[in-house]
């Protein structure tokens, strides 16, 4: 298995380690080097080895490059990042949780297998795998192994109840993942299990958490605050500092991407923030989001329309620019406010709010001045 991948990045090319986040940016002659040295069983250049040694450590050796880094090509479709739902599947029932269902339904590996290579294709770099609950699909370890194959810097969303699993853990301290991001819904049993109705959730959580802890996992926790767990938001900070890992916090709760509102009903409304003023993203156009059947679409909020990644190929990507467009631009259930021009709310995630019929208050930047004006 490869040590490091040589990758086109936006424009750009890098060197990365599988595993760590310090990269290298490479010139493109150097990049085009390494492609004609795995094409020609040439052993690693001499920069390629102390660069290495300055940015990780390592010994890259002088082994054929081919053994030794993972050199990706060029594609055509551009794209950095995606998102990969391998399984909607989950062995917690969260209130808040933002799929409308979470069947255990996804496609046999044969299929998994050509929609990893079809992203890989498409030139994403960072991969994120999530859910439901990743680690719960009997896929996942063939998937994300082909997926570090690939040369994908791999990201994985989990509650962590998995981790204790020993084929998981083995197979993640040995095919490092980029990021291993999980969930913190509180820190007693009673207030964890009771968020995610799922008895044992919260033992299960913190035997995953230390077993990444103790194989040196790169961790990551985000702390969900909900009307469940508001009077554990410190501790749930504590804790994640504690582990040296802390991430984003989470206090909006939106609504389940088709629109349901029942998930508002967990938010804890004491805690709730304005949420920042939304400035543009790169949906569609640099990333995009593959539901468990290879459907594909600009985000996992903006899902209408959906393209078959499967048996489309790279043309059902190409179709996501024009898509992305059309939505940050689309007014939508906005139609008639005077300040729309000015507008600072995703406009996917805009329309979800509007179809569960949500208080203006949630979403809309110009909330209070068309209450007040």
């Not at 994985?156 to 981790?163: A, D, M, T």
């Not at 020993?166 to 964890?192: N, Q």
């Not at 504590?238 to 991430?247: F, H, K, S, T």
Request: aromatic share 8%.
């Amino acid at each position: 298995m490869h040590t490091l991948s040589a990758s086109p990045f936006l424009g750009e090319y890098v060197v990365l380690r599988p595993g760590y986040e310090q990269g290298l940016r490479v010139p493109a002659r150097a990049y085009r080097q390494l492609a004609h040295a795995d094409a020609t069983g040439a052993a690693v250049p001499a920069w390629l080895r102390t660069a290495a040694s300055d940015a990780w450590g390592i010994d890259a050796g002088r082994d054929p490059v081919g053994s030794v880094v993972k050199v990706r090509e060029e594609s055509s479709a551009g794209y950095a990042r995606a998102s990969w739902e391998i399984n909607l599947g989950c062995n917690d029932n969260c209130e808040h949780c933002y799929l409308p269902e979470r069947p255990f339904q996804g496609l046999p590996f044969a299929d998994k297998e050509r929609l990893l290579r079809r992203i890989a294709e498409s030139g994403v770099l960072w991969l994120q795998i999530t859910g439901g609950e990743p680690l719960v699909d009997l896929d996942f370890p063939d998937a994300y192994t082909l997926a570090f194959e690939l040369g994908m810097m791999i990201q994985i969303s989990s509650n962590g109840s998995r981790l204790t699993n020993p084929r998981i853990l083995d197979l993640l301290m040995s095919l490092r993942p980029y990021r291993l991001t999980l969930s913190v819904y509180g820190v007693s049993e009673e207030t964890y299990d009771g968020l995610t109705r799922t008895r044992g959730a919260y033992k299960a959580f913190r035997r995953g958490l230390d077993a990444a802890r103790e194989a040196g996992l790169p961790l990551r926790l985000n702390t969900i605050v909900t009307r469940h767990n508001q009077h554990e938001a410190d501790a749930m900070r504590a804790l994640a500092e504690r582990y040296g890992a802390a991430g984003l916090e989470y206090v909006n709760i939106t609504p389940t991407y088709n629109g349901d509102a029942d998930v508002l009903a967990a938010q804890a409304e004491r805690k709730l923030r304005p949420r920042k003023p939304f400035t543009g993203c790169n949906a569609g156009i640099t990333h995009f989001h593959a539901d468990p059947m290879g459907l594909v679409s600009i985000c996992k909020i903006g899902r209408d329309p959906q393209f078959d990644l499967l048996n489309d190929g790279l043309g059902a990507l190409a179709k996501l620019s024009a898509v992305a467009d059309s939505l940050m631009l689309r007014t939508g259930g906005c139609s008639g406010c005077a300040l729309s021009a000015t507008c600072g709310t995703c406009r996917p995630m805009a329309k979800v709010y509007q179809e569960a019929t949500a208080p203006l208050s949630y979403y809309c930047q110009h909330g209070k001045a068309k209450a007040h004006g």
